[in-house]
């Protein structure tokens, strides 16, 4: 049993995982930009979601606020603040290292921006589902109604993702843009716009994440600051260009993480993080899923 | 011949202090299909890119569809009713044909963001596909849509390339070497592909490959060193003495 118990345990972290690699590889595949800013984007959203809520008092109400926000942000970075640097520094050297360096000033940024508006305080933003483990027989396993709507409304992001991605000529569009900018000038596409898409549907992604973890544990400025690294071994294990690799990638995190919590303790879990994310770049660096050339579809 | 459909004159580009185009005119009209031939470096696709916004203009006049125009940026070009394909053919390796061919037809494709989101654009998918389609059957190539890009040989994807920029209904095709690297049998081909492309959309062409310019040119500009050296028929140019000790040499001759 208590090997299932943690393979749930994991499922359920991993979901968390999933939805902010989803985040980071969206951005990646459609501006080659690895956004650490994402965990304050995020952040953001979920504050948002907070200040709904408590004038709303229901939960549900306050997702899609959160997620329209993360979106919203995501579409105000890239536009406002990615683009215009892009425009600055297109050449040499330092346009490939400059939106990174960005986005980690900007994380910083959002998070100075929160403290000053919301404090440091440990703010509670809870979800009306129980974190009580159901019961099975006289086991009640470690997986409550509340990780089960984590889970499942992980997967229905996903599945929401991969069909654009799959069945929509928006879908094509982006892939087009991120892939092909030239060829998709030639057919007409607006690539900036559609660059702009792709990262407002990582704040969405993003959003998702933090508003459902966040009832698990607290909310404060950095409270999500451990998910972004989380995010993102789980994008480098799929291969930082596959979106179903961040999805494979952040389930097989958590359920990694899960057991080595179970079997090996808690101390080590954070640098086991890295110790996976060394060992990926060393053994297969382009990951799981990632292709030879660095290039591959949903 | 009637008014023209795309005349640039005195179109010069100058990268930094070097000057790729010098003062270079070109006229297009309706149902021809016009060479740009040179040596290499010669400016045949500066011009190219200057006309489709992917190089600066530092001066010069464009007249499409007997108005005056300034240079289009890219995303520009098809509703202009301009499409041009890339000497690198460009396909997306992972995708299918019939996709590939879909992305060309984006100009078709302006439903909104959030329809298309969620899923509500069915029928603007149906119509690309089916165009995509029909595109296909165009480059000789209808029974490959369900293939996927990365499967083709490199001949055909060349023709695939050609399907995509049909996909925009263009009044004007610009080909950056659509033979180059192709064998004498898919030469043929593309020779026949040319000619059947005439009857919809006239063609400004950037060639290496003498037999499928001297084949299909109605008109042929020479360039040199980013200025025009001659221009006209594929028999007075071939004759042209400037072209021959420039460029054409030892092929005219063959």
Not at chain 1, 272 to 292: E, M
Not at chain 1, 293 to 298: E, I, K, Y
Not at chain 2, 150 to 171: C, E, G, H, N, Q
Not at chain 2, 235 to 253: F, Q
């Amino acid at each position: 049993m208590l090997f299932l118990d943690t393979l749930l345990i994991g499922l359920s972290s991993g979901a968390i995982y999933a939805l902010m690699a989803l985040a980071l590889v969206l951005v990646w595949r459609s501006t080659r930009v690895v956004n650490f800013a994402q965990a304050g984007q995020a952040i953001l959203s979920t504050y948002l979601g907070y200040e709904v809520m408590s004038v709303t008092h229901n939960y549900w109400v306050s997702i899609p606020f959160a997620i329209l926000g993360g979106a919203a942000i995501a579409a105000f970075v890239d536009a406002v603040i990615m683009r215009s640097l892009a425009k600055r520094s297109h050449k040499g050297s330092v346009s490939e290292i400059a939106p990174v360096i960005a986005t980690l000033g900007l994380l910083g940024l959002i998070r100075s921006l929160t403290g000053m508006i919301w404090g440091n305080a440990y703010l509670q933003y809870t979800s009306p589902l129980s974190s009580k483990g159901y019961t099975i027989g006289s086991h009640t396993i470690p997986f409550s109604p509340l990780n089960l709507v984590i889970v499942v409304g992980a997967l229905f992001v996903m599945g929401v993702f991969a069909a654009i991605f799959k069945f929509t000529n928006l879908g094509l569009a982006l892939r087009a843009a991120s892939f092909q900018p030239e060829i998709s000038r030639l057919a007409g596409i607006r690539v900036d716009r559609i660059r702009t898409v792709g990262w407002a549907f990582a704040g969405a992604a993003g959003a998702v994440a933090g508003a459902l973890v966040t009832p698990t544990t607290y909310l404060s400025p950095n409270s999500l600051d451990l998910l972004l690294v989380s995010g993102f071994v789980a994008a480098v294990i799929g291969g930082l260009d596959s979106l179903i690799g961040a999805v494979l990638g952040g389930l097989l995190l958590g359920v990694g993480f899960a057991f080595i919590l179970q079997y090996i303790g808690t101390s080590v879990t954070f640098s086991a993080a890295f110790i996976i994310l060394i060992l990926v770049l060393f053994v297969r660096p382009r990951g799981i899923l990632g292709s030879k050339v660095g290039r591959r579809d949903a | 011949m009637g008014s023209s459909l795309l005349s640039i004159s005195d179109l010069t580009v100058k990268f930094g202090g070097l000057t790729a185009l010098s003062s270079v005119h070109i006229d297009l009209h309706p149902g021809e299909v016009v060479g740009l031939i040179g040596p290499n470096g010669a400016g045949k696709t500066t011009l190219f890119n200057a006309l489709t916004g992917f190089a600066p203009v530092s001066s010069g006049k464009l007249t499409l569809h007997g108005e005056a125009h300034d240079w289009p940026k890219s995303h520009q070009l098809v509703d202009l009713g301009i499409a041009r394909t890339l000497q690198g053919v460009g396909l997306f390796p992972d995708l299918s044909v019939l996709e590939n061919v879909m992305v060309g037809g984006q100009r078709f494709a302006k439903g909104s963001v959030i329809r298309a989101a969620l899923g509500l654009d069915g029928s603007n998918e149906k119509f690309l596909s089916e165009k995509a389609a029909i595109a296909l059957e165009r480059v000789y190539a209808s029974s490959l849509g369900e293939k996927r890009a990365d499967a083709l040989p490199y001949p055909v994807t060349k023709r695939v390339a050609i399907a995509r920029a049909l996909m925009s209904d263009p009044k004007i095709l610009l080909l950056d070497e659509p033979a180059g690297g192709l064998g004498s049998q898919d030469i043929e081909w593309m020779n026949g592909l040319i000619h059947n492309l005439k009857t919809d959309t006239s063609i400004l062409l950037v060639e290496h490959h003498m037999d499928v310019v001297m084949n299909v040119c109605d008109r042929i500009y020479v360039l040199n060193f980013g200025e025009l050296i001659a221009e006209g028929t594929p028999a007075e140019v071939r004759e042209n003495p400037a072209v021959i000790a420039a460029y054409l040499g030892a092929e005219a001759v063959k």
